[in-house]
């Protein structure tokens, strides 16, 4: 019955086919407002058709009316280079031939656009102005008052896709990969523990439950994320809150997994049972989060404060101190992972420190380099494909964890169960076996 009930609401949650929407309860205007007013942007793709439906209902007795438009970049940069401030209608006269899809309203809307050449955000705009006739073509508005609500749909389109602007296409469908496989993960993880707890009768150690901690974060952000992504393609909006917070929650679960970086390279319960100058691994992640915190910060202040900015939030000053630092913790893991290496005489255990210098360059690497290979790409393809990668290392890098922490084996090179190694960072492993060996010799 509940496996019912999840196909159900699946169902539900993603074969709803409504379109984006935007929406406002009130919107005045009168001549002492700006001449231009966005709404939002929307991606579209070359060559296809995006159907425009809206709904403007006048909240006034009176008739008067605004201009309502909708326009490619290029236009959009001319309206806000002419009107922005000159405020005069013959800046205005000026655009007639570039405004090729406008509409006095209030009054009901309905165009289907399908004259983009080039792959790029349109805006919906409103101006203080009202079309008259192609000699005198603009007048200005003396002012309105009214309701509205527009709905853009992508022609042709699937389910996932129909809703949402052409650079958030297919994020909800890796966003719904990454939740599943995040589940796959932990519940692995989990099954590993109890059975060290239950069958082998040991303690978890920090780092298992560290990294526990960490899919969990992973698992219950993207599963935030895909609930407002579901219900926004039922009506439009979303649950934005919800969708932050689950980003924020895989930003900390990312965090997490650089603490445990910083922690197996210094050697930590692999050569060295005792953690050295803890202090400066714990400075360098807590940096780590700062930065990781400030872009974080700035990615929403980008969706919810700078939503006409057609730049994608990795290419601020926020984007490039956080990559800038991955960079710089790069060679300070290999570096401690390197004289870590040195002290052991495990062959096991070196090739366990060989995975993960590749795993380090791998990881750390990944982000600086998809940017600077993105450039050559229009900006509409960043999101989808930063997101995509980011998913794909975190993944790779979760499960070679998930591997190495399996309870089975992980006693062969982790000293988690190990109460009779004297180990320290300028000594070497004895174990159990060897010191018999010595004994049995005298």
């Known amino acids: 019955m509940k496996l019912n009930v999840c196909l159900v609401a699946a169902v539900i949650l993603f074969h709803a086919t409504h379109a984006a929407l935007f929406r406002q309860t009130s919107y ?34 009176t008739n008067e009316s605004v201009t ?42 309905s165009d289907t656009i399908s004259d983009n050449t080039e792959t790029e955000y349109w805006f919906l705009v409103f101006l203080g102005y009202v079309y008259v006739d192609a000699r005198s073509p603009w007048q200005k508005a003396s002012g309105t008052q009214f309701d509205y609500e527009i709905t853009l749909t992508n022609v042709p389109s699937d389910v996932f896709t129909q809703q949402f602007s052409y650079d958030m296409k297919g994020v909800a469908i890796v966003t719904m990969v990454a939740t599943f496989t995040y589940l796959v993960l932990l519940a692995f993880q989990v099954a590993f ?63 997490f997994l650089v603490l445990l970086f910083l922690l197996i390279s210094r050697g930590w319960q692999l050569t060295k049972a005792v ?23 700035w990615m929403v202040m980008y969706q919810e404060v700078y939503t006409a900015c057609v730049d ?37 255990v070196q090739n366990v420190y060989r995975l993960f210098a590749m795993s380090f360059v791998v990881w750390f690497g990944y982000l600086p380099i998809t940017v600077g290979v993105l450039h050559a790409v229009n900006l509409l393809e960043w999101t989808r494909v930063i997101l995509s990668a980011s998913l794909f290392f975190d993944l ?23 109460h009779l190694n004297i180990i320290d960072s300028h000594t070497t492993r004895y174990t159990l076996l060897s010191l018999t060996e010595k004994s049995v010799a005298l």
């Open 396 to 418: 790779a890098a979760n499960f070679v964890l998930v591997i190495l922490f399996c309870p089975l084996w992980s006693d062969y090179y982790f000293q988690f169960n190990s």
């Open 312 to 348: 994608s939030p990795y290419q601020s000053w926020a984007a490039w101190l956080y990559q800038a630092y991955r960079i710089l913790l790069l060679p300070y893991c290999l570096y401690e992972l390197w004289h870590s290496y040195r002290q052991e005489n495990d062959p096991l």
């Open 28 to 61: 005045t205007y009168d001549r002492h407002d700006g001449e231009l007013r966005f709404i939002a942007k929307f991606g579209i793709q070359e060559y296809t058709q995006v159907e425009l439906r809206g709904t403007f209902n006048n909240r006034t007795a």
């Open 275 to 297: 953690l050295h100058y803890k202090i400066v691994t714990f400075v360098l992640w807590a940096l780590y989060v700062v930065f990781s915190a400030i872009f974080f910060a």
């Open 68 to 109: 309502f438009a909708f326009v490619p970049y290029e236009t959009w940069s001319e309206l806000n280079r002419l009107l922005v401030p000159s405020n005069n209608c013959s800046s205005m006269a000026n655009l007639t031939s570039m405004i090729a899809h406008h509409w006095s309203v209030p009054g009901n809307v």
């Open 193 to 255: 523990s109890t059975y060290s707890c239950v069958c082998l009768k040991t303690r978890l150690h920090l780092l298992v439950k560290l990294f526990a901690s960490l899919l969990l974060l992973e698992l219950v952000g993207h599963g935030f994320q895909l609930a407002h992504m579901g219900v926004y393609t039922q009506d439009g909006v979303g649950l934005a809150p919800l969708g932050h917070v689950g980003a924020g929650l895989v930003i900390l679960g990312n965090c």
